[in-house]
RNA sequence: GUGAUUGUAGCUCAGUUGGUUAGAGCACCAGAUUGUGGUUCUGGGGGUCGCCGGUUCGAACCCGGUCAUUCACCCCA
C-alpha cells in the first residue's frame, strides 16, 4: 500500500520544524515576558465538556473518538434505524479533540479554581483538530498559541494583548492590521435596529462587507429575515466614521455606549505607549465563536491573501457552564500554521544557521576514521556543532553529502594529515584551504 | 456539509483516437575520468500508472466507487 497521511494532516521535515519552532520561540518569549504562564491540556476531552460551545457548525466539526469495547452495546437498533446521529452520537462517542484551547482552559480554570490565584495569566501553545475540509491555510491539525487572563475585568488587559500582538508581530516583521470592536457595540446596533434577537444574524451578515460588498449584506441580512426598515437603519450606522458618531447614533442602547467606552478605556491605555503596527476599529468585525461578550480582535497579514491569523476577545460567561459563575476573561490566539505561510509566501524566514552543522569530517580510510572520531568528540566538547562521514568513501560521495548539508566546513583526514597532525580545514563557500592543528581549527569554529 | 480539481519512478513531469516490453530530466548505485578532488563520460537499479471494481479482444487512457491533493462555498486559525 502507498502511504499518506490522514486528510488534512502534514508531515514535517526537518527544515520546517526549525522554521515553525522560530515562530512558536518568538511567540513564547513574548507571552513569558509578559507574566504568562504555561499550561497544557489533553488533546481529547470528553464530549460533554466540548460539545454546545461552538455553535451549531463548531459541533459538526467536532472529530469524535469512537468508544472501544462494545460500543454498539446499549444502541437502541429503532435509532440506528431513524439515523437519529444527535441521540447515537453521544452514546457511541464519550470523547473528542480539543477543537481549541478557551475551552479546555475554561475547565481547568474551574477544576484547579482553588489552586490558582486571579487573574489568573496562562499561555498555551498545542494543536487542535477540526474535521472541516482543508483548503488554503486551513487544515485539519493545526496549532494555536494562546494567551488568555482570567479573573479580571480590567480593560488594561485588553491594551495588554494588543501589545502583545503588537510586538509579536514586530519581532517576526510581519506588517499587519490590528483590528477590535466590540460585541456590546454589535448588540447596541440591533437594539437600535429593533432586532436584537437578530443580533447573530446581523453579525454574520456585516462580517461579510469587504468580501461581499454592501449590497450583498443587505441581501444577506433580508434573506436572514431582517425588515427593511431594520436593513437601511444597520447600513446607516456602519457607514459611521467616528466613536463620537457612534456614540449618539446608539445612545438609545445602554450597551452600545457600554461597548463604546470600553473601547475608549482600552485605546487611553494603547495611547501612553506607540505601537509599530496598524489598530484599526472595525465595525463590521464580528467573529464567529459566540462566547465572546466584549472586546474582539482579529489580526489580519498586510499584502497576502489569507484568512485571519489570530483573533480573539473577552468572554464573560465561559466558565458558567462549568459551574463556576462570574469569572471573566480575555484572551487572543495567534494562527501558527497560518503567520507559517504567510511568513512563507513573504520570504521573511530569517536565515539562521546557529542551530545548525557546523564541520564535517571526510575521512579517506580507516585509520583517519579513528582519528577523526576522536577529533569529533573534541570539536563537540568545545561547543561546535560537528559530524563524520561514517565511512571511509570516495571523497566525491563524501563533499556532495557536505553540500546537500549545507555544512560550511569541512576537514579532510587521509595519511599525510595523520602523520603531520595538520589537517585540511576547507571552507566551502570560498574553496579555501588552510592546514591547522586540531586546537586552531576549534578555536576558529567556536567563534563562528 | 456543497461544488470543482489533480493523482504515472524518490522528486518534477511527458505519455497520440484505448493497442505489443510505460518514457525523460534530476536524484540514487557501479565503473572510468578528475588529484588544491564538487567536473565529465559510460552503464545500471527502480513503476501493480493512488486503490478497488466495471466496460472492452485489449485500459495509464473510458465508467463507477474509494483514498488522498489543491481550490471555492460554508465556516474559521
Known amino acids: 500500500m502507498k502511504p499518506t497521511t490522514a ?6 521535515t526537518p527544515e520546517q520544524v526549525l522554521k515553525r519552532n522560530y515562530i512558536f520561540d518568538t511567540i513564547r518569549s513574548v507571552f513569558v515576558k509578559y507574566g504568562y504562564l504555561p499550561i497544557e491540556t489533553p488533546a481529547m476531552e470528553n464530549l460533554s465538556t466540548l460539545s454546545g460551545k461552538y455553535g451549531e457548525e463548531g459541533d459538526r466539526l467536532l472529530f469524535k473518538i469512537l468508544n472501544n469495547g462494545e460500543y454498539l452495546k446499549g444502541i437502541k437498533p429503532a435509532d440506528i434505524e431513524a439515523q437519529a446521529y444527535k441521540a447515537l452520537t453521544p452514546a457511541l462517542a464519550k470523547r473528542g479533540l480539543r477543537y481549541d484551547l478557551t475551552v479546555p482552559f475554561a475547565r481547568f480554570v474551574v477544576m484547579h479554581q482553588n489552586e490558582i490565584s486571579f487573574p489568573f495569566k496562562r499561555y498555551q501553545i498545542q494543536p487542535v483538530w477540526r474535521a472541516d475540509r482543508p483548503q488554503k491555510g486551513r487544515y485539519r491539525e493545526f496549532y494555536q498559541c494562546d494567551v488568555d487572563v482570567v479573573g479580571s475585568t480590567s480593560l488594561v488587559y485588553e491594551a495588554e494583548l494588543v501589545q502583545i500582538y503588537d510586538e509579536v508581530f514586530s519581532k517576526l516583521n510581519l506588517p499587519v492590521v490590528i483590528k477590535f470592536n466590540n460585541r456590546k457595540i454589535l448588540t447596541g446596533i440591533a437594539e437600535v435596529a429593533g432586532i436584537p434577537e437578530l443580533m447573530v444574524d446581523m453579525t454574520v451578515a456585516i462580517d461579510k462587507l469587504d468580501k461581499i460588498g454592501l449590497d450583498g449584506v443587505k441581501k444577506e441580512m433580508a434573506d436572514r429575515g431582517i425588515g427593511e426598515a431594520a436593513v437601511e437603519k444597520i447600513t446607516q450606522i456602519l457607514a459611521i466614521q467616528s466613536l463620537e458618531e ?4 446608539l445612545s438609545a442602547s445602554e450597551t452600545g455606549k457600554l461597548g463604546i467606552q470600553e473601547i475608549q478605556t482600552m485605546l487611553q491605555f494603547l495611547n501612553s505607549s ?10 463590521t468585525l464580528a467573529r464567529g465563536l459566540n462566547y465572546y461578550t466584549g472586546c474582539i480582535f482579529e489580526v489580519q497579514a ?10 480573539g476577545g473577552r468572554y464573560d460567561n465561559l466558565t458558567e457552564v462549568f459551574g463556576l459563575k ?8 495567534f494562527g501558527a500554521e497560518r503567520i507559517y505561510d504567510v511568513l512563507e509566501s513573504l520570504q521573511l524566514f530569517p536565515n539562521d544557521n546557529s542551530s545548525s552543522l557546523k564541520v564535517l569530517f571526510i575521512v579517506l580510510n580507516e585509520e583517519a576514521q579513528l582519528y577523526a572520531f ?5 570539536l563537540r566538547d568545545a561547543g561546535v556543532n560537528s559530524e563524520m562521514y561514517p565511512e571511509p568513501a570516495k571523497f566525491d560521495k563524501q563533499i556532495k553529502y557536505a553540500q546537500k548539508r549545507q555544512v560550511p566546513f569541512v576537514i579532510i583526514v587521509d595519511t599525510d594529515e595523520l602523520q603531520s597532525g ?23 569554529t567556536q567563534a563562528l
Open 7 to 12: 486528510e488534512g494532516t502534514r508531515d514535517f
Open 422 to 444: 595538520l589537517l585540511r580545514f576547507r571552507d566551502l563557500t570560498s574553496n579555501q584551504v588552510e592546514k591547522l592543528n586540531l586546537e586552531e581549527i576549534i578555536a576558529k
Open 274 to 283: 506607540p505601537l509599530q503596527q496598524e489598530v484599526q476599529f472595525d465595525i
Open 246 to 249: 457612534l456614540e449618539s447614533a
Open 374 to 378: 576522536k577529533a569529533l568528540k573534541k
Open 302 to 311: 498586510k499584502g497576502v491573501t489569507m484568512g485571519s491569523i489570530g483573533g
Open 326 to 333: 462570574d469569572v471573566s476573561g480575555v484572551g487572543v490566539s
